[in-house]
């Protein structure tokens, strides 16, 4: 089959691979029809190499057609249509029966201290072949796909993999009091589909980018929109004067280690990824540094007795944060990877009842895979009015 492989920082390339087949009894393999381009794949893209092998298979937001059942495989048959979650997780453990599908004690990467296993995202996380590809094998087949209808285009049911469950979790982190103010900094597809979840719960919504095509579009549905290229210095004196002089009840971190500004994180970074791949792992390991620049800004925002809820990826270890300022404020914090099985039983009603999060335009660019690495580029470059791209195999 085609699939997109990993071969170096910024070098992805379509590759002919060994069909996936069935290697437990409840295993399936589906035939993928269309899989996102995530903002955390620009990690991979850019940042990440040195965990990654060379022609590792990238993707983890994958619907399709299920094409093979292993022998144990009760709840689906072939020609079922599917979507994946992100993380794999089994249903049955400890923490899944918390809902929180992102510990899964099964798939646990024990040995380097992670949660449940990713599908196409590192040696972190169980470097599991993924679904930017031709086909797909996935585990847990009586338990982990999400059976969707026929019917509707695959951009209706396709961002329950990731998007739609990461901004609902977002949301449901942020603890939005009742008649209360959420304000989502940046707004790539996870800020602006939080900003669109927390419409639909009766929130007010503000938003903040430097993005003119992103700020368009939040502002095209109502959101109270802040540039930041106008307000750099000044934002947090603005946005408390549009809150009674407090700040806002919740911030959304959407943005997550490639802020804009943090010079010196950046240059840290620019400075690991100079070094070889051993003792760059190493380096980001034990002594990783992000560009803190939006969580040091959502800190500064929220207001007293508020809540920060982080759903940007960050990476670093020993990432120097105001603990006297947030004691202080007594910031509420939640954070971490979306648990996606404890969301789908209530974001699902809305896919099947019209589509009032706006799921069916939210891409921006539909490609077949072959025209996957130049559509890495042109993502993470933000060009032609890139957004959102959604790969059709």
Partial sequence: MKALTWHGKRDVRIET???????????????????????????????????????DILGHESMGIVEE????????????RVVIPFNISCGSCFMCSQGLHSQCETTQQREQGRGAALFGYTKLYGEVPGGQAEYLRVPFGNVLPVKVPEG???????YLSDVLPTAWQAVEYADVPDGGTV?????????????RVAQHRGHRVIAVDLVPDRLERA?????????????????????????????????????????????????MQAMAGMLPDALQRKLMEKAGVDRLHALHLAIELVRRGGTISIVGVYGGMVDPLPLMTMFDKQV????????????????????LDGDPLGTESFATHHLPLDEAPSAYDLFQKKEDGCFKVVLQP
């Avoid at 304000?183 to 900003?195: H, N, R, S």
Wanted: contains cysteine; proline residues 8%.
């Fill in 17 to 55: 691979v060994p069909d996936p087949r069935i290697e437990d009894p409840t295993d399936i393999v589906i035939r993928v029809t269309s899989s996102g381009i995530c903002g955390s794949d620009l990690h991979l893209y850019e940042l990440m190499g040195p965990f990654l092998g060379e022609g």
């Fill in 69 to 80: 059942v292993g022998a144990d495989v009760t709840e689906l048959s072939a020609g079922d």
């Fill in 152 to 158: 509707p285009p695959d951009d209706r049911f396709v």
């Fill in 183 to 195: 304000l989502v900094l940046g707004l790539g597809p996870i800020g602006e589909m939080a900003t």
């Fill in 219 to 267: 502002k095209s549905h109502d959101v109270e929109t802040l540039d930041l290229r106008e307000h750099d210095d000044d934002l947090v004196e603005v946005v408390r004067g549009m809150t009674d002089g407090r700040g806002p009840d919740s911030v959304i971190d959407a943005v997550g280690m490639e802020a804009h500004g943090a010079p010196m994180g950046k240059a």
């Fill in 332 to 351: 509420q914090i939640r954070m971490g990877q979306a648990n996606v099985l404890r969301w789908v039983p209530e974001i699902m009603p809305l896919l």
